[in-house]
């Protein structure tokens, strides 16, 4: 009889680890192509149309070229971003997942801007100077990156402070939500409410249209609230929160 080799368990580790270092290698690639597709309009195409999409109607439609695209979408159909259905009885579309619900720019539940924000080079540069950051307890990545810290860069470039802006408000949509769904009671006899460092004003327009017989005050940075949409029944205060905030029955912070 010839050798046998049985294959030890420090064998299976090391053949899982060469395949687990992929990963690693094309970690990026995932925001990348999800970033592309809402640069595309994917989502809010396919949610206009109101029904699944081909790949020749999507290409007309984003006016992009049918190969390339048609790699991008079969990258976001393995990881159930986008489903295939079929459309004719010889033709295949492609469908929206709750997954990319949430890509669609101006939807309820869309989390498009935060995705936005968190892959736009501003904010990835940070993220390579993150060993400098371990090995000295100097500025944070985000000043070794761009010379200041987060809100005075967002002070003198209106375009990513617009971009923070709609980012948070994705996420207040869904968490003031449910504070008003599960917490009301909270608000019980609250005559006016300042929330603190309020972005654009979208978690207290939510609250008081919630709890109307609160006055709201929506109290951020003067250039975050110099361009904040206005809405009935809300204040806006510019300032510092480090200085002073305005007088109010409670504050809200949230971030
Ligand atoms: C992480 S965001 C949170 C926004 C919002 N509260 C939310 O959760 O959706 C922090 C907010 O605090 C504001 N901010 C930062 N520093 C501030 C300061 N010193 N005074 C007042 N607001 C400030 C920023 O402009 C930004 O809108």
Redesign the pocket.
């Known amino acids: 009889m010839g050798d046998i080799k049985v294959r030890g368990k420090k064998e299976d580790e090391d053949e899982k680890a060469e395949v687990e270092i992929w990963n690693y290698v094309f970690g990026h690639v995932k925001i990348a192509v999800v970033k592309c597709a809402i640069e595309l309009g994917i989502a809010d195409a396919i949610d206009k149309h109101g029904s699944p999409m081909t790949l020749s109607q999507l290409t007309t439609t984003l006016k992009c070229e049918p190969p390339r695209l048609y790699r991008i979408l079969r990258f976001l159909v393995h990881y159930q971003i986008f489903k295939e259905e079929p459309v004719t009885q010889d033709s295949i579309g492609f469908a929206l997942t709750p997954l990319s619900r949430r890509l669609i720019r101006h939807g309820e539940r869309s989390m498009a801007a935060l995705i936005l924000l968190e892959s736009s080079p501003v904010m990835l540069a940070p993220w390579h100077s993150l060993s400098a950051r371990v090995l000295d307890s100097g500025n944070s990545p985000f000043e070794t990156a761009h010379g200041k810290d987060v ?1 005075s860069y ?1 002070e003198e470039n209106p375009g990513h ?1 617009k971009l ?2 709609e980012a ?2 994705c ?2 949509r869904v ?1 003031v939500r449910a504070l008003i769904e599960g917490c009301s009671r909270v608000f019980d006899g609250i005559k006016s409410l300042v ?6 004003g ?2 207290l327009s939510m609250l008081v249209k919630a709890f109307p017989w609160m006055h709201g005050i929506n ?3 003067p250039h ?1 609230v110099a361009v904040a949409p206005k809405v009935d029944g809300i204040e806006y205060v510019g ?4 200085e002073c905030v305005p007088k109010a029955d409670a504050a809200f ?3």
């Not at 929330?195 to 654009?200: F, L, P, Q, S, Y």
């Not at 300032?239 to 480090?242: A, E, I, K, R, S």
């Open positions: 809100w967002a402070s923070i802006d948070m408000a996420d207040a968490a929330d603190v460092g309020g972005g654009n979208t978690a109290f951020d940075l975050v300032g510092d929160m480090f912070f949230m971030g």
